[in-house]
């Protein structure tokens, strides 16, 4: 009898001991599969790693807290087609085979191979208010499958592009699961001027206030409690625009903002096509198996409130290195004057 009472105690012993184990491992990681209700992601395009030089007071406080890098790697064709398609395809350009050339020209259905984030936002929730703004056409045209009840909008500059968004996310009876934005002015500046240019570095500013405002309106409905918000560049730019494969086309500008995202720089290895990975990974729509892009392991931890202020050490190290940045560039100029 004694016996039996003593084995009675240790299975119930080892069954609690199994049940804390199991409570505590659940405590301990905080899975951020489908933790969002929608996810918002802005493009801008051309906006490479000298942001970092650009005095972007929203982008500071919007990713402060959150994750991000301003040389995220891109494709190896630093053209804008290319980039566009992998960050919503999730594979590499030679894959996905889109250029400019065909974005323009041929439309896309979800007939057509590796398909976009869109198709399996569009597959998992089918009554959902999924929407595209373009400043570039081709990626409504030529990226996003047009047979998917994506709602399209296309206007043919920033300013007017940005007025439509914050129309429609101040509209109540708007709701979306997943939103793009593609800006353009940034890269028409470096075609322009170039990319170092002072034209360059103040259409990057603007594009910090176009940010502010897009983050404001879908702070100001509540969505930030349940959303991703992420910023992503299609490629850098170079004296002469981009296309080729200088470190500063090369790079682009990723960031990531959520309730559970970790204050982090985003490791070295990250491709702006992980984008793909981390929308559909948020919504907890299962990745396909084709997908080449991933979620960074470090982007995602506990749930927790976000600072909106951004930490003064990390805008005054930002300001002494646009500070020795333009220093170092006025000596270049200088030498460039007394070597004539
Ligand atoms: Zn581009």
Not at 123 to 141: R, T, Y
Request: charged share 20%.
């Amino acid at each position: 009898m004694k016996k039996t009472v003593s084995l009675i105690l240790a299975a119930l012993l080892l069954m609690c001991s199994v049940g804390v184990a199991f409570a505590a491992d659940a405590g301990e990681t905080y899975d951020s599969f489908g933790a969002y209700e929608r996810v918002f992601i802005i493009g801008i395009d051309g906006l490479g790693a000298t942001f970092d030089m650009v005095d972007s007071p929203n982008f500071d406080r919007i990713f402060a807290d959150n994750a991000y890098r301003y040389d995220a790697h891109t494709e190896y064709v630093t053209v804008s087609a290319q980039n566009w398609g992998s960050i919503l395809t999730g594979v590499d350009y030679t894959t996905h085979g889109l250029t400019n050339d065909c974005c323009e020209d041929n439309e896309r259905t979800s007939a057509d191979e590796n398909n976009t984030i869109f198709y399996y936002a569009r597959q998992a929730f089918p009554d959902a208010q999924l929407v595209s703004f373009n400043n570039w056409d081709a990626i409504n045209h030529g990226i996003i499958e047009n047979d998917l009840g994506v709602k399209k909008i296309n206007r043919g500059t920033d300013p007017l592009v940005v007025d439509a968004i914050l129309k429609y996310i101040n509209n109540e009876k708007n709701d979306p699961k997943l939103m793009f934005v593609q800006l353009d002015s940034v890269d028409h500046a470096a075609h322009t001027y170039g990319g170092f240019s002072q034209q360059y570095y103040d259409a990057a500013a603007k594009a910090d206030v176009w940010l502010g405002e897009i983050y404001d309106a879908i702070e100001a409905r509540g969505f930030m409690e349940n959303s991703l918000f992420i910023l992503v560049a299609d490629h850098g730019e170079t004296t002469d625009g981009h296309g080729g494969q200088t470190k500063e086309e090369s790079s682009a500008v990723l960031a990531v903002a959520g309730h559970s995202v970790n204050a982090t720089v985003l490791g070295e290895n990250v491709q702006n096509r992980d984008v793909s990975a981390i929308a559909l990974y948020a919504l907890g729509v299962e990745k396909p198996a084709h997908f080449i892009s991933v979620v960074p392991e470090e982007l995602f931890g506990e749930s927790r409130e976000k600072t909106v202020e951004p930490n003064p050490m990390k805008r005054a190290t930002k300001l002494f290195r646009k500070f020795l940045y333009l220093f170092v560039r006025m000596v270049n100029l200088l030498v460039g004057i007394f070597d004539k």
